[in-house]
Structures are given as C-alpha cells and as structure tokens.
C-alpha cells in the first residue's frame, strides 16, 4: 500500500504544469519631443493671458494703498518701495529702487472766477509747474495758438486767455498739438509780452466739469500764475466772446489765484525687475510704465495701467512656466510727468539710461505702455533682416485683431525715448485713445476708467511679442541719429 500510494503521489506531482521562462521585455525606446514651436508657445501663452487678473489686480492696490504719486513726493516713494516688495512676491529677480535728483513743484491754493460782465466762479486748475501768483485783470481772448501769435493786441498787465479745443483721435494726435505749445510754452510767451496771467482751455476732449492739469515749462518764482480751465467753463468763456462781438457785453475781467511752490531738490525713483534669459541674459529687453501721476486723481490709466499692463505680460510667461531666452526687464520709470528746469523732461528715462550707458549695446528693444488701458489695434516694429518675423508677429496678434503696421517708425515713448536715442530701437503696441484724453491729468483718472477685458487684451498683447523677440534670434536695426 504504501508502494501504491507513493507511485499515485509521484504521479499527481508530474501532472502539475511547470510555467516557463518569461522572456525578458526590450526596454522602451525613449523618444524626444520636437521643441514646440515659438509662435505656438506664444499662442498659448496669449490665451492664457487673456483670462488673467493680475495686471487690474497689481493697479487695483496701487491706487488704493497709494491713490495719487506726484513726482517727487513721498507717496511716490512709498508707491516705488511697495511696487519693489509686490515684483519681488510675484516671483521676479533683481528687484531694485533706484533714486535720483528732482527738482520739486507742489501745487497750492487755487481758484479763478469772472468778475465781469457776468460775475461766477470758474473751475481749473494750475498748470504743473507754473508760479505762484495772483492778478485781476482785463482778459484778452484768442481762438487760437496761432492767432495768439499772429496778434500785435497789447496785453501788458492784462491776462491771456486761450480757447482752442483739442481734436478728438485715436491716435492722439490731437493731444501733442496743444500740449506742446499752449500748455507747454503759453505761459512764457504770454509773459514775455507783459500778461499778468495765463489761462487755456484743458488739453482735453470731455464735456465734464474736470479740468485737465499737464506740464507747463519750467518757470520758478519769476513765472505766471498760469490755469487750465474745465471745458465748459472755457466754452462759456468762447460765448462770452461771441456776445462781445455783438455787441452784447463788456470787457471780460477774470480774478485769478495759484499757490504752486518751489520746494528745492528732492529725489525721484526708478523700479527695476527681471526675468533672467535663460540663454542669453546679457540681451536685455527692456519694457514698463511709469510710476509717477498727476496729483488730482489716483493715477489710474496714467499710468497705473501701464506698469501693469507691461509687468502682468511677463508675469504671464512666470505663470505658465515659461522662462525666455533673453532677459526681459520690467521698469516702473519715476518722475514722467514733469519738466525739469531748462527744458529736460522724463527724468526717470533719463536716469535709467544714464546708469547703464556701458550696457545699452546689448538691449535689444525698448517699449513702454503710457496710454491707458483700452485695446491694442496696432503695433509697429523697427527695422529688421528677418522678413520672417513681422509675419510670425501679425499672426500670433491677429486673433486680438491687432495688425501690423509696417508704415509707421516707432520712436519710443517718454520714458523710453533717452534708450531710443542712445541707440536702442523701440517697439509701439498703440492703443485706441478715442476716450483716453476724456479722463487723462483729471480728478476722473480714478480705477472705474478701467475696463479688465481690454486690459487682459494689452496683457495677452505684450506677452506674446515679447515672447516673440525674446526667444527667436531676431535683432533690429539701430535708429538712425
């Protein structure tokens, strides 16, 4: 029995079924993406911008820690060191304040009003930089610049009043017409030929009861107490003429007061940040907004709206984990507004490129956002070899129906121009300003002015160009001097 059972066990374990073997499996053949191209990086990169809040919410707290950032002021100072603490949270690298000399106007007590034939308070208010001063007086009126400068009238001891609108465009050509010469150098030709005073119609294209403030030339203690009056206070000043002309009332005499002082020299801040190249950080392109306002609103559109328009584009890139082959430099430019004494203007743009007069041959392009916030339509771009780019450009801006405008020759902003004339070429993403001079250098230049959506627009607008320069090897002709 035992026999038995040992040949049946013997048995059973022979019908068990060994497994084989298994072959050993081929290791996977690793496979290498292609790199994606760069004009499909900057698609993506513009869609994603287009959903992002960071830019409203940067000028969002700008103007409501800070509101108003007169150049030269402490609260410009304390914009400048809360705008260095947020780039540096939000991820940025070389973070810097950099200070230099102003040369300091701060406005003071204001007010004019009719004295006759008709007797009313008017709104305005003093251009920046005019004197302190007060004068009553007969008031000489002229509908134009030109016919200002065409006239032989007397106004020795009188005051000098201007009612020329502004063109309303959106381009803002209108704009540089009238600042340039009836802000910016009324005053000194009112007073070289004996006026006691100066007033102009605003540098604006509003029907609103704010008046638009703006830099005069430079003019010290020895200056006219100069006002831009609301728009319409200056038409009912235009109907007051045409009565006259009728025959219909009697000379205009106006009271006028302005309290503008001269402080002496103080300091203005430049705002500095980068995102590093991650081939070619020596290549700088450099973009931003300034940091400075006018001192009657909150310095929202002008240009809170700018520096984060311009930030928030590279930020974008941070966002989505995207690092560019060329340093992009962000920088909030302090003191834009103002003149300076003997004619210099834009004295962060200038600073800024002063300090970096051994490194500006390796800046590749400059570019600054100082219009607001509303759509980008346009952007021209300077001279290059690459035929290819401009096409590569047209196509990544053309779902924001942004074009490329091969005829016009970008020459920088104010802030930029110091770069440009140094040799530095510029790039212009140009916004449709129809309403833009409605609100700009207003007590109305508040955050409400700001629509997100067109400000997302200009975001995913700057990101995808600036993703465009920073990572092909396109490089742009010097302009010529």
């Known amino acids: 029995m035992k026999l038995k059972a040992l040949l049946l066990i013997s048995a059973a374990l022979g019908c068990v079924a060994v497994p084989a073997l298994a072959k050993p499996k081929a290791a996977p053949v690793k496979t290498v993406a292609a790199p994606e191209a760069v004009e499909v990086t900057a698609a993506r990169l513009r869609d994603a911008a287009l959903t992002s809040d960071v830019a409203y919410g940067f000028v969002s707290d700008l103007t409501t820690r800070v509101g108003a950032r007169p150049a030269g002021s402490e609260a410009e100072k304390r914009a400048a060191y809360w705008a260095a603490e947020e780039l540096k949270r939000l991820g940025f690298a070389n973070v810097k304040v950099e200070s230099f000399p102003l040369s300091l106007w701060v406005r003071g007590p204001e007010s004019i009003e009719i004295t006759a034939p008709f007797p009313q308070a008017l709104v305005g208010t003093a251009l920046g930089q005019s004197a302190a001063g007060e004068a009553e007086a007969e008031a000489v009126l002229f509908d134009t610049w030109q016919e200002f400068l065409d006239s032989k009238a007397d106004v020795t001891g009188k005051i000098v009043v201007l009612l020329q609108p502004m063109a309303r465009a959106s381009n803002g050509s209108g704009y540089g017409r009238l600042s340039g010469t009836i802000r910016g150098r009324g005053p000194l030709e009112a007073k070289k030929r004996g006026a006691v005073g100066f007033v102009m119609r605003s540098v604006g294209t509003d029907t609103h009861r704010f008046p638009h403030t703006g830099t005069t030339a430079w003019q010290g203690e020895g200056g006219l107490p100069s006002i831009a009056l609301s728009v319409p206070d200056a038409e009912a000043i235009s109907r007051i003429k045409r009565l006259q002309a009728e025959g219909k009332a009697g000379p205009l005499r106006l009271k006028m007061k302005t309290g503008g002082s001269f402080p002496g020299v103080g300091e203005s801040h430049n705002v500095v940040a980068d995102l590093i190249g991650s081939e070619h950080p020596e290549e700088v392109i450099v973009v931003g907004g300034h940091l400075d306002s006018w001192d009657l609103g909150t310095g929202a559109i002008d240009d809170g709206a700018g520096m984060a328009i311009t930030m928030g584009a590279v930020k974008a890139m941070m966002d989505q984990g995207l690092k560019p082959k060329r340093t992009i430099r962000v920088v909030f430019w302090g003191s ?65 129906s942004i074009y490329v405008d091969a005829t016009a020759k970008p020459g920088g902003g104010a802030d930029t121009a110091p770069l440009h004339e140094a040799g530095v070429p510029a790039i212009d993403l140009k916004q449709d300003g129809y309403d833009y001079f409605d609100v700009h250098h207003t007590a109305d230049d508040v955050l409400n002015r700001i629509d997100p959506a067109q400000m997302q627009q200009n975001v995913a607008a700057w990101a995808a160009t600036l993703w465009l320069i920073a990572n092909t090897d396109v490089t742009f002709k010097a302009p010529a001097k």
Do not use: C, M, W
């Open 336 to 400: 834009e507004e103002v003149n300076q004494p003997g004619g210099n203007h834009s004295a962060g743009g200038a600073a800024f490129a002063k300090a970096r007069e051994g490194e500006l041959a390796q800046y590749v392009v400059a570019g600054e956002s100082d219009f607001g916030a509303d759509k980008v339509y346009a952007i021209s771009l300077p001279e290059t070899d690459d035929k290819t780019f401009a096409v590569k450009v047209a196509n990544v801006l053309a779902p924001l």
